[in-house]
């Protein structure tokens, strides 16, 4: 069986709040190991997330984002310096991300549904 990529991708159209039904457009992933790490156990690994992909402001929820080359999950408080990448687990240090690398720093949607199949 093959293993599927980093973020698989599904689009599917659902219903919002507070948004238009056309303006809203839905992406799934099925989580791996390495991108879900730093969230774990509140994401795990199999886990399939609904990703808003036009909700990039970054207020309070968790994100999918693009940072140094790495995609993962996180979430994230805005100062006036910069950004702070917050994590769930433990092992994983908040990083910084100062205004001068904010353009490094890709949202790509907020997770706005956790599906676990036990």
């Given at each position: 069986?093959?293993?599927?990529?980093?973020?698989y991708f599904i689009v599917r159209v659902l219903p919002c709040q507070g948004k238009?039904?056309?303006?809203?457009?839905?992406?799934?992933?099925?989580?791996?190991?390495?991108?879900?790490?730093?969230?774990?156990?509140?994401?795990?690994?199999?886990?399939?997330?609904?990703?808003?992909?036009?909700?990039?402001?970054?207020?309070?929820?968790?994100?999918?984002?693009?940072?140094?080359?790495?995609?993962k999950f996180c979430r994230l408080t805005t100062t006036a310096c910069g950004k702070?990448?917050?994590?769930?687990?433990?092992?994983?240090?908040?990083?910084?991300?100062?205004?001068?690398?904010?353009?490094?720093?890709?949202?790509?949607?907020?997770?706005?549904?956790?599906?676990?199949?036990?």
């Open positions: 069986m093959m293993k599927p990529p980093l973020f238009e039904k056309e303006a809203c457009k839905m992406v799934t992933i099925a989580t791996d190991p390495e991108s879900c790490a730093g969230m774990q156990p509140e994401i795990m690994p199999g886990d399939t997330l609904y990703i808003d992909p036009e909700e990039k402001t970054g207020e309070s929820g968790i994100y999918v984002i693009e940072y140094k080359g790495n995609q702070w990448l917050i994590f769930s687990n433990p092992v994983h240090r908040a990083e910084f991300v100062p205004v001068e690398e904010l353009e490094t720093l890709k949202i790509c949607g907020k997770v706005i549904k956790q599906v676990r199949e036990y």
